[in-house]
């Protein structure tokens, strides 16, 4: 199987425990193989608004914080620079970030993300400080943890 076909799999609203475990497999790949899903990071972003399913939300964020973190390897990194969207990546993320229905394990990998691309997206800063205080006020034992961990980091920042 493809990386192209776990991606559309990923995606598939009329089932979603195929689609959940296709989006395991992926971030999978993108972990183990990264040299397997570069080629497919454009589409992967693309694609990623999509995503409505809470439990492969959860395997994107992971498939994004690895591709977007500053330590990455160079093949993620040169992928990264050459997707024309990346703001819409920053959008969707804020989105599944507030929405009242996302669950905490996805919440707290948008942190990071969001905190990856915020030297590329200096508004980014303001933000996430604020939706992180926000979720900080009644967050779970995991929200408080990475939350805290994201506002000392954001804050450590030079403006």
């Given at each position: 199987m493809s990386v192209h076909d776990l991606l559309s799999l990923?995606?598939?609203?009329e089932h979603p425990s195929v689609a959940f475990r296709a989006a395991?497999?992926?971030?999978?790949?993108?972990?183990t193989f990264p040299d397997s899903f570069v080629p497919y990071l454009k589409p992967f972003v693309a694609h990623l608004h999509e995503q409505q399913n809470l439990s492969c939300q959860r395997h994107f964020t992971k498939i994004l914080m690895r591709c977007t973190n500053p330590k990455t390897g160079i093949g993620y990194r040169a992928a990264w620079q050459v997707i024309p969207d990346r703001e819409q990546v920053v959008e969707t993320i804020f989105d599944?970030?507030?929405?009242?229905?996302?669950?905490?394990?996805v919440q707290v990998n948008c942190l990071d993300v969001l905190l990856h691309l915020q030297a590329e997206f200096d508004w980014i800063k303001e933000e996430l400080q604020a939706q992180v205080?926000?979720?900080?006020?009644?967050?779970?034992?995991?929200?408080?943890?990475?939350?805290?961990?994201?506002?000392?980091k954001v804050s450590k920042k030079k403006p």
């Open positions: 990923s995606l598939l609203k395991w497999v992926l971030e999978e790949v993108a972990y599944w970030l507030i929405s009242p229905r996302t669950p905490v394990a205080e926000y979720l900080l006020l009644d967050g779970s034992a995991a929200m408080q943890s990475r939350g805290k961990r994201v506002l000392n």
